[in-house]
């Protein structure tokens, strides 16, 4: 069975996660968008592949402050055509930091769930394509 | 397959005793209407609106679009999988409610989009301000599963229009459209002399307020599949995409798509139109790979020479719509592809989220991220307050007097990749 790792800020993920145990999956949580896409770049060197595009949705990156990106749990060379996607997706990100607000204290609550919950809710329809088992 | 459009003009809307067209004038019982789209027992209430081209009214947050249409000859009705049966449409006699729209208004999550001016410098900007919307804005019960309340919106917009169309069944158009799509075998042959171009059609398909329908199905859950023009213009297609405002391909623009049409008018002249090729866009890696793999085959299998490709979307549709580019050129079909661009407010960054060298055909339909100021409208339809937690609005966007500030991506179908939109780019 195939294994991955879903970085993610989005604690709605996380919860989500540690609910349903699937055991193919393995979270690796970190705080700030930012860090997702440092983790996921680092990750992407060491050898990891893309398996989630990490833009998912057409809420804008950055509008979003939440998103979750899955990768292989297995390692190989480094996959150019993954670093390839990711470094383009990183491209568009800093369009959108000159177009939103990214001071998280600014949100409502409300707005903050409803933003993890399209995060999840894509990451959902990946999770739902690939072979996972309980 | 041939599907003949009869095209009913409307000139105006009113509310009335009766829903009727009667030269021109479609007059709507709005208790009756209200009836018929509000069987859902979540629903509440439902406020009905009428917002007419140049009146100083914004409607915001706008979801779908869609046109009234009611199939009066020929196999299956509008909308097929969703309020009609599974029954192959796109063929026999179809009349449109033309200059009419329904749109649906209302808030699904904190954060909303989809701002339509139908007067000012906003309403240039998009293609709902040139028709007459009948806006549904439905109360719904609290806390409702967000899912479960998309799709009680998205359903309620599909009644409303069609319990609008119904109502041009027995009526005379005031001009017939044909448009034929033959079997493959003739279409290939119809015009040897010009080349066979299809048309790559790209669905949203990532998962909530990002999905779209074909015969009711998910597109998540689709191979990539010959469809027939008239299927789509017969609303084989459904949007349940309610995020990115200005590029999402409204049920409106699916039963209106402006490839499709400007393909049958070249058709015999400058290309021979062999077909429709409808693909997902889903977030998962090896389903981009799997799809564009299967439309690459199935065009070439076709014997298609040309393709022009449009995406619905932002961000991972880039990716796509690339590797797309890389097979169907991999095969010998020339690609020409339409998209909006994110470039930045001053269009110096890069434009989108994938590249390819193969992609070097493009025509853009706009940058959605300038800012544009939209001065206040006299009314408002829907929740204003929205602006500020909008796609494309920011905090701060809503000012006390009602003046908006915008990036051109929260404004409806601005920039729809489906080249709807009022917008291009040229290289200087």
Redesign the interface.
Known sequence: MDKYVIVTNNPMRKARIEETQLEAVRLKFVNTLDDVIQTTRDMIHSGHR????????????V?NPYRSI?LSEETGPLDYESLR?FE??V??V???K????SDLT?Y?Q??L???Q??DV??????L???KLKR | MKLELGNININDVQFGEETAVNGGLLTINKDEFIAAISDDPNILSVEVDIARPGESVRLIPCKDVIEPRVKVDGPGGIFPGVLADETIVGSGRTHVLKGVAVVTVGRVLGFQEGVLDMSGPGARYTPYSSTINVAVNPELTEGLEKHHHEEILRMMGLKAAVYLGEVGRDVEPDEIVTYDHKPLIDAVNEYPDLPRVGYVYLLQSQGLLHDTWVYGVDAKNILPTLISPTEVMDGALVSGNCVAASDKVSTFIHQNNPIIEDLYREHGKSVNFVGVIIANENVVLADKIRSSNYTAELAARMGWQGAIISEEGYGNPDTDLMMHCDKLEGKGIKLVIVTDEYPGRDGASQSFADVTDNADALVSVGNGNPLVTLPPMEKVIGHAESMNTIVGGFDGALKEDGTMITEIQGIMGATSGVGITRMSARAY
């Open positions: 893309l398996i989630s595009h990490p833009l998912a949705g057409s809420v804008k990156p509008e899955i996607i383009h997706a491209s568009q800093n369009v959108f000159q177009s939103y607000e600014r409502s409300t707005l769930t409803d933003y919950l399209i809710s894509l990451i959902d329809s990946a739902s394509r690939l």
